[in-house]
């Protein structure tokens, strides 16, 4: 008892001092001051402060988009609030980013509330230029990478699109990817992660985790570098040019025994009626449960017949009514006759236009030196509302960038798990609540174990303790009471012999106490012939 004194006593210890837990406040921002762009909305209204410009463009007019707090995780966030628009909203750097010799890293977090069925949620890095303004911005306004995720139809990717410019003829191509990541689209917090380094390596990571990497030189689609010849824009298939390999024969006739009126299935004429088929039995019959309604008008709506049911001597036999036999296929089958192919002897091949020196090839060695970037920008579509983004990063630190999403993303995803246990738990309390109202033996029963369950998740070491104090106190009294009234086993002969002397000196005593007319079993009553009462007599015990 003294041991379980002690385990009660910690048990109880361990819930006071679970109940005086208090949560931690979430630790402040990490500094942002080295990288060379960030966005936090850590200082409130964005748009009022000029920090950040929605674009005036019609297709964007009452763009509903405002910096608001998520309570969940008591955090600000930018707000995409409804669904079916576009949205035009970026921030425009003091100074334009140059990575030439420079790893590349962009970051940032997006928050799908109503998920994501149809639309994006990337951003677009703008190129630099003088007459780069996000008031005037709109879905043609240059960029340089555009990334992020983006979902409707076949598109279900995390975008990568690297803007590069031929600097022989002066376009401006879209260099996809070819292997991306899939998108996060669940109502989670998601950290999106691209790092371009110096070396033209590229990589992706969705929740700090690398789901992509590549070459700017071998995985981009089309090519960064053009090939060095192409095909002749002025060359021409000639009139004459034969690109068919094979024609009808021209000498090829139809067999005389070709029919081609033969069916493609007859008879089965070995086929025989099965013995149990009922010939003179219809299929259906009429519904003999079935009554005429008692507002049909037979002068109007005609005579009433029952309707037809499956007929219910036919379900145990092969069938009824006529007998039909099965088909086969035809051997005989030819079908409709047509002239085999043979080689075309006049066949030249497949035409190809000829190959000449590309004159827009050019060799670019360093694309991971990428076009001046002077913004970044939303520009988006989507038929989802509530979408949030926080905490952009532009620069050319990777480690660091990972980092900062370390110490932030991961704090937000821990909070947005608590908070989904905490409305889970709340969700169950009220069904609890809802059967507590209604009583009933069972739907006590689930409410009290409901409690029970629910106290023992949020205290699991003093659950664990008190669980271990009752079975301790379980096996202490069954073993105690067990004990009681019991000997130990005799160790040798003379002990058994005297254990087996005061056993029969008990039972003396007992049958002395005992009423002289209740006979148990082992005893015989016998009856003297001098009339005298019943006498009893013990058999003896079977050695």
């Known amino acids: 008892m003294r041991v379980a004194c002690i385990l009660l006593a910690v048990a109880a210890a361990g819930s006071r001092a679970d109940a005086d837990v208090e949560l931690v406040e979430e630790s402040a921002m990490p500094s942002t001051d080295a990288f060379f762009f960030s966005e936090t909305f850590e200082d409130g209204d964005v748009f009022g402060s000029g920090g950040w410009k929605k674009s005036g463009d019609d297709k964007y007019q009452g763009q509903p988009v405002s910096v608001e707090l998520d309570s969940g995780v008591k955090d600000t966030s930018m707000v995409f609030k409804s669904a079916n628009k576009h949205y035009g909203v970026g921030s425009k750097f003091a100074n334009a980013l140059d990575v030439t010799e420079k790893d590349f890293v962009v970051q940032y977090e997006v928050k799908l509330t ?22 005037t911005m709109d879905n043609e306004s240059p960029y340089v990478v555009m990334f992020g995720p983006d979902a409707c139809g076949d598109t279900n990717k995390v975008h990568f699109i690297l803007r590069h410019q031929n600097p022989i003829s002066g376009e401006w191509e879209e260099k996809h990817a070819k292997e991306t990541p899939s998108p996060r689209k669940d109502t989670k917090s998601h950290l999106y992660t691209l790092a371009i380094k110096a070396d033209n390596s590229y990589e992706m990571f969705v929740d700090l985790e690398s789901k992509a990497k590549g070459s700017l030189l071998e995985d981009m689609e089309p090519p960064v570098n053009p090939a060095k010849v192409i095909d002749d824009p002025n060359d021409s298939k000639p009139s004459d040019w034969v690109d068919e390999a094979e024609i009808v024969d021209p000498d090829a006739t139809k067999p005389d025994d070709w029919d081609e009126d033969a069916p493609k299935k007859i008879p089965d004429m070995d086929a025989t009626i099965p013995s149990d088929w009922l010939e003179e039995e219809a299929d259906s019959v009429p519904d003999p449960s079935a009554k005429m309604p008692s507002d049909w008008d037979e002068e109007e709506d005609g005579e009433w017949e029952a309707p037809l049911v499956p007929n219910p001597k036919c379900k145990k036999v092969s069938g009824c009514g006529e007998w039909k036999r099965p088909e086969i296929e035809n051997p005989e089958y030819k079908g409709k006759w047509s002239a085999p192919m043979i080689e075309n002897p006049a066949y030249l091949g497949v035409w190809k236009p000829k190959q000449i020196d590309n004159p827009n090839y050019f060799v670019d060695e360093k694309p991971s030196n990428m076009a001046r970037i002077g913004a970044l920008a939303v520009e988006i ?37 608590q908070s989904d246990v905490s409305a889970k738990k709340e969700r169950a309390r009220m069904a609890r609540e809802k059967k507590r109202e209604a009583g009933g033996a069972i739907n006590m029963a689930q409410v009290y174990w409901g409690d029970a369950m629910e106290v023992a998740n949020d205290n699991p070491i003093p659950a664990v303790i008190t669980l271990i104090v009752l079975l301790f106190t379980l096996v202490f009294m069954c073993s105690g009471s067990s004990s009681k009234g019991k000997k130990g086993r005799p160790t040798n002969a003379a002990e058994e012999k005297v254990e087996e002397e005061e056993e029969d000196e008990d039972e003396d005593e007992d049958e002395d106490e005992r009423d002289p007319l209740d006979v148990r079993e082992g005893d015989i009553l016998a009856e003297g012939n001098d009339g005298k009462a019943p006498t009893k007599k013990r058999t003896p015990k079977a050695e």
């Open 114 to 135: 109503e998920g994501l069925s149809c639309g994006g949620a990337y951003i677009k890095l703008l190129k630099d230029e003088p007459k780069l303004d996000i008031a």
């Open 381 to 417: 579509w989507t038929t989802n509302g509530g979408i949030r983004m926080d905490n952009f990063l532009v620069d050319t630190d990777v480690d660091a960038a990972l980092a900062f999403g370390k110490a932030t993303w991961e704090a937000k995803s821990t909070l947005e798990a």
